[in-house]
């Protein structure tokens, strides 16, 4: 089928068809892009890099006492500006040597392709999980021992857990472990008996149970230095889009290209109740935000 817009050597390629097959493919590959970890409020009409989201947050305004004569006193709402830049461009290049025969047989599903997608989401989230992490406050550093480190992981995240608790963040919390915490973390009879504490289940974007009032995922692009995170969706953000589907033939070989763009940027939302604001009406992206934690562990040399 060929549409008005499509010249005569490119009728074989159906871009709706590429579009939601990579994006099937690619979403249950993220954690730290994941919808568990970072939201998708803001991805609005993403065409180029260097595109800029604008996020506005209300500061709550401040309740009064009505007394009799003085009555009330109207507030002017206030807003704080942040800016979610679209920083990244990165690119999937595929050459076949009959486009439209591997259309039929489904393209993205072969294994190089498929490999090709981890590549792409592997890139996005290691760049997201660098922005959670750069921007979450600091817990003191975890020291277990041989003996205790099931427990000593248990309780770091039930002090997570706390210290979200004292800033009123929101239930629908995650914690992010690396695959070293997992392998001990799972050996803790809250965890390994979930179903009993909170909710068992490996599913989609590394979760590996839910506990607490934690979705617990794990991953292996864990940022460096950094062992378990822990945090709530609405304080990250993420926009993504693929873009740019052509198909052409190659100069080099007998054979046609298909590829894509992936536009993405990410960043940690902040709050006019937590966070520090500039007298430009802006935030102090200097500062951690409390609304994510993070936590290295120092491992024992025989662990």
């Known amino acids: 089928m060929t549409f008005a817009y499509q010249h005569q050597a490119t009728h074989t390629f159906v871009p709706e068809i590429w579009d939601d097959v990579l994006l099937e493919q690619f979403d249950p590959l993220l954690v730290w892009c994941s919808r568990v970890v970072a939201?998708?409020?803001?991805?609005?009409?993403?065409?180029?890099?260097?595109?800029?989201?604008?996020?506005?947050?209300?500061?709550?305004?401040?309740?009064?006492?009505?007394?009799?004569?003085?009555?009330?006193?109207?507030?002017?709402?206030?807003?704080?500006?942040?800016?979610?830049?679209?920083?990244?461009?990165?690119?999937?290049?595929?050459?076949?040597?009959?486009?439209?025969?591997?259309?039929?047989?489904?393209?993205?599903?072969?294994?190089?392709?498929?490999?090709?997608?981890?590549?792409?989401?592997?890139?996005?989230?290691?760049?997201?999980?660098?922005?959670?992490?750069?921007?979450?406050?600091?817990?003191?550093?975890?020291?277990?021992?041989?003996?205790?480190?099931?427990?000593?992981?248990?309780?770091?995240?039930?002090?997570?857990?706390?210290?979200?608790?004292?800033?009123?963040?929101?239930?629908?919390?995650?914690?992010?472990?690396?695959?070293r915490v997992k392998r001990y973390l799972v050996e803790h009879p809250a965890v390994a008996n979930a179903g009993a504490y909170g909710e068992a289940g490996v599913t989609a974007n590394g979760v590996i149970a839910r506990l607490a009032g934690f979705t617990v995922v794990s991953t292996t692009a864990m940022p460096d230095g950094v062992d378990i995170v822990a945090g709530h969706s609405e304080f990250a953000t993420f926009a993504s889009q693929f873009t740019g589907f052509r198909e052409g033939q190659s100069e080099k070989y007998r054979a046609d290209y298909i590829d894509t763009l992936h536009l993405y940027g990410g960043k940690v939302v902040r709050y006019p109740e937590l966070d520090t604001r500039n007298p430009d009406h802006s935030f102090d992206e200097t500062k951690p935000t409390p609304g994510i934690v993070k936590a290295t562990v120092q491992w024992p040399t025989a662990a």
Do not use: C, W
């Open 39 to 179: 939201n998708r409020k803001y991805e609005g009409n993403i065409r180029k890099r260097g595109d800029v989201v604008h996020i506005n947050s209300l500061v709550r305004p401040t309740v009064g006492d009505y007394r009799l004569p003085e009555g009330m006193t109207a507030q002017r709402p206030q807003t704080v500006d942040q800016k979610l830049a679209i920083s990244e461009a990165k690119y999937l290049q595929i050459l076949v040597e009959n486009a439209e025969q591997i259309q039929v047989e489904g393209t993205l599903k072969a294994p190089i392709n498929r490999q090709m997608i981890r590549a792409l989401a592997r890139e996005a989230d290691t760049f997201m999980g660098r922005v959670i992490a750069q921007s979450a406050t600091e817990l003191p550093a975890l020291a277990v021992t041989a003996g205790n480190i099931p427990q000593a992981l248990y309780s770091a995240v039930l002090d997570m857990m706390l210290a979200l608790d004292d800033h009123d963040v929101p239930e629908g919390r995650y914690v992010a472990v690396s695959p």
